[in-house]
Nanobody, 115 residues
Framework: QVQLVESGGGLVQPGGSLRLSCVAS????????MSWYRQAPGKERELVAG????????DYSESVKGRFTISRDNAESTVYLRMNSLKPEDTAVYYCRVRRGRSYWGQGTQVTVSS
C-alpha cells in the first residue's frame, strides 16, 4: 500500500533553515508528481510546492517562492523540501502528498519557527 513518511521538522529560529524529507513506498515513485502542503493551527491545509515526476519542473506558492526549494531523488523514492529564511508564519505541520487515483498523505512533520 502507499506509504509516505515525512521527517526533518523541528524548532528553528527566524532566519534559520530546515530540510524536510518524505520517503515513499508502495507505488512507482518516478512516475508521479509530488507535492508538499502545510497546515497551521486554525487554518486550512495549503499547497506549498510541487514537482513533476521527472523533477524537471517545480511550482511554489507566493508565500515561499525564493525561500523554499523542492527536489526529488527518484532512485531513493524521496522528495525533499529545503526551507531557508524561515519566518514565524511558516510554523505548521508539513505533509507530502501524491495523487494516485486519490490523494495519499503522510503523517506530517511539525515545523516551529520561533525565537
Amino acid at each position: 500500500q502507499v506509504q509516505l513518511v515525512e521527517s526533518g521538522g523541528g524548532l528553528v529560529q527566524p532566519g534559520g533553515s530546515l530540510r524536510l524529507s518524505c520517503v515513499a513506498s508502495g507505488f512507482i515513485f518516478k512516475n508521479y508528481a509530488m507535492s508538499w502542503y502545510r497546515q497551521a493551527p486554525g487554518k486550512e491545509r495549503e499547497l506549498v510546492a510541487g514537482i513533476t515526476s521527472a523533477g524537471d519542473s517545480t511550482d511554489y506558492s507566493e508565500s515561499v517562492k525564493g525561500r523554499f526549494t523542492i527536489s526529488r531523488d527518484n532512485a531513493e523514492s524521496t522528495v525533499y523540501l529545503r526551507m531557508n529564511s524561515l519566518k514565524p508564519e511558516d510554523t505548521a505541520v508539513y505533509y507530502c502528498r501524491v495523487r494516485r487515483g486519490r490523494s495519499y498523505w503522510g503523517q506530517g512533520t511539525q515545523v516551529t519557527v520561533s525565537s
